[in-house]
C-alpha cells in the first residue's frame, strides 16, 4: 500500500463528498481512490466512511483521523513549498467564485494582471451572488464583500468597499433631497435580494451611532448594477457599494446622498477552506489580490 497516496485519496473524499470527484481531483479513477482508501481502512482494522448509493460520511473514528491527517498533509505541503519555494513556478487551475458586479469589474482585471505573470496559470470562475459551499462545490478561493463565511472557512481581509446612498438630480428635484436617513422612508428606493435584513439599510448618524431605516420602492432585484442603472434615470434611490457606483457618481448622472450619515466600510476577503492548504498559485494570486485591493482608489 502507498500509505501517503491512500491517506490523500480518503481526505479529498471526505473533502469533496464523493468517490467520483475525489478521484477527478487526484487524476484517479474512481476504482482506484476507493482502492486507496479500502486499504487504509484494512491497514488501520477500522471503518473510516460510511456509504451509501447517495453519499459518503465519516464513522466517528474517521472523523478523528480526518483531523490529524489532514494537518499531516497540510504540514507535509507547507514543508515541500519551503524547501522549494525559490524554484516555485505556480502551475495550474484556481476555481474561483466571487460576486457577479465585483468580480466584472475588478476581479477581471485583477486576473488579467495576474496572468500577464504568471503564464501556467489558469482559472476557472464562477460568478454568483450566492454564498458557495467551497468544500461541498471544489472551489479553491472566493472573494467575499462582508460577511467572511462560516465556521470552515479562512478569511483574509484584502480591502474594503462602502455601501452609497445615492439618486440622480432629477429624481432630487422632483421629490427633494433627504436631510436625514430616516426622510429615505418617504423615498422610492431600490432593494437588493441579498442584503440582509430585507428592506433595512444602516447608516452612520452624526453622533456616531448607528441608524437603521426601513425603505420599500417600487423594485427589488438581485442585480445592484440594475438597482444603479434604475437610480441614474430619475427612478429613485439606490444604496449599493462605491465600486458599483463610482463612474456615475463622477459623471454627475448620480448624487450621494447623506455623505455624514455615510454607512460603513465592508471588508473584502479573500475565502479558502479551513482544512485546505494554499497552493503557490493560490497563495500568490491571494498575494496580488491584496496589493490591488489594498490600494488607495483600487476600487472607485
Known amino acids: 500500500m502507498d500509505h501517503l497516496a491512500a491517506i490523500r485519496a480518503f481526505a479529498q473524499v471526505v473533502e469533496s463528498g464523493s ?18 482508501v479500502a486499504e487504509l481502512e484494512s491497514h488501520l482494522q477500522t471503518r473510516l466512511l460510511n456509504r451509501t448509493t447517495r453519499r459518503v460520511s465519516l464513522t466517528e473514528g474517521g472523523r478523528a483521523y480526518y483531523e490529524r491527517v489532514v494537518q499531516l498533509l497540510a504540514d507535509l505541503g507547507e514543508a515541500e513549498q519551503e524547501a522549494s519555494r525559490a524554484a516555485v513556478v505556480p502551475r495550474g487551475v ?11 469589474r475588478h476581479v477581471a482585471p485583477a486576473i488579467a494582471a495576474f496572468l500577464a505573470k ?45 455601501l452609497v446612498a445615492c439618486a440622480s438630480p432629477e429624481y432630487l428635484a ?3 433631497t433627504p436631510a436625514t436617513p430616516q426622510d429615505l422612508a418617504r423615498h422610492d428606493c431600490f432593494t437588493y435580494e441579498y442584503a440582509s435584513p430585507r428592506g433595512q439599510w444602516r447608516f452612520r448618524g452624526r453622533d456616531g451611532r448607528e441608524e437603521t431605516v426601513r425603505v420599500s420602492g ?3 432585484s438581485n442585480s445592484g448594477d440594475l438597482n444603479a442603472a434604475l437610480a441614474a434615470r430619475g427612478a429613485g434611490v439606490a444604496f449599493e457599494p462605491d465600486f458599483i457606483v463610482a463612474d456615475e457618481l463622477r459623471a454627475g448622472r448620480l448624487v450621494e446622498l447623506l455623505p455624514e450619515c455615510a454607512a460603513a466600510s465592508s ?13 503557490a498559485k493560490v497563495r500568490l ?10 490600494a488607495a482608489g483600487q476600487l472607485q
Open 285 to 294: 494570486f491571494v498575494e496580488h489580490l491584496a496589493e490591488r485591493f489594498g
Open 118 to 162: 504568471h503564464a501556467e496559470v489558469k482559472f476557472d470562475v464562477q460568478l454568483s451572488d450566492r454564498i458557495v459551499d467551497l468544500v461541498e462545490e471544489g472551489f479553491d478561493l472566493a472573494i467575499r464583500i462582508g460577511g467572511g463565511g462560516s465556521d470552515n472557512v479562512v478569511a483574509r481581509k484584502l480591502g474594503e468597499t462602502r
Open 174 to 176: 422632483r421629490h427633494g
Open 94 to 104: 484556481i476555481k474561483l467564485t466571487t460576486a457577479v458586479n465585483f468580480g466584472v
Open 218 to 220: 417600487p423594485v427589488h
Open 19 to 36: 468517490f467520483a470527484k475525489a478521484a477527478e481531483r487526484l487524476n484517479l479513477s474512481t476504482s482506484a481512490a476507493s482502492r486507496h
Open 267 to 279: 471588508p473584502i476577503y479573500a475565502v479558502y477552506p479551513t482544512r485546505k492548504h494554499l497552493s
